[in-house]
């Protein structure tokens, strides 16, 4: 069992900067891939950053070059530093980690809004 924690969210202007948190708890072991997705009223929820084991990244192309997915293994926290932020990034941040055996656990979500 894995829990996720996210935090991080508020209102920012236009072009301001956020940086979310995830916190994961439990079996840890099991987790290959780590992410960020988001998920705005009326749409679909779209992958916005992952990282997986190995340390490699991927971007949507909406967030790249301005979002930074990154990981502190020793404090069990995942974090997604948003620069230049844009109204369009308004939505529901989700915290993700998918586990070996097609397992896939959700964070509560964090609201991040963007506007002037």
């Known amino acids: 069992q894995v829990q996720l924690v996210e935090s991080g969210g508020g209102l920012v202007q236009p072009g301001g900067s956020l940086r979310l948190s995830c916190v994961a708890s439990?079996?840890?072991?099991?987790?290959?891939?780590m992410g960020w997705y988001r998920q705005a009223p009326g749409k679909q929820r779209d992958m916005v950053a992952t990282?997986?084991?190995?340390?490699?990244?991927n971007y949507a192309d909406s967030v790249k070059g301005r979002f930074t997915i990154s990981r502190d293994n020793a404090k069990n926290t995942m974090y997604l530093q948003m620069n230049s932020l844009k109204p369009e990034d308004t939505a529901v941040y989700y915290c993700?980690?998918?586990?070996?055996?097609?397992?896939?656990?959700w964070g509560q979500g964090t609201q991040v809004t963007v506007s002037s």
């Open positions: 990282i997986a084991r190995g340390g490699s990244t």
């Open positions: 439990g079996n840890m072991f099991s987790i290959y891939r």
């Open positions: 993700n980690g998918a586990a070996w055996g097609q397992n896939e656990y």
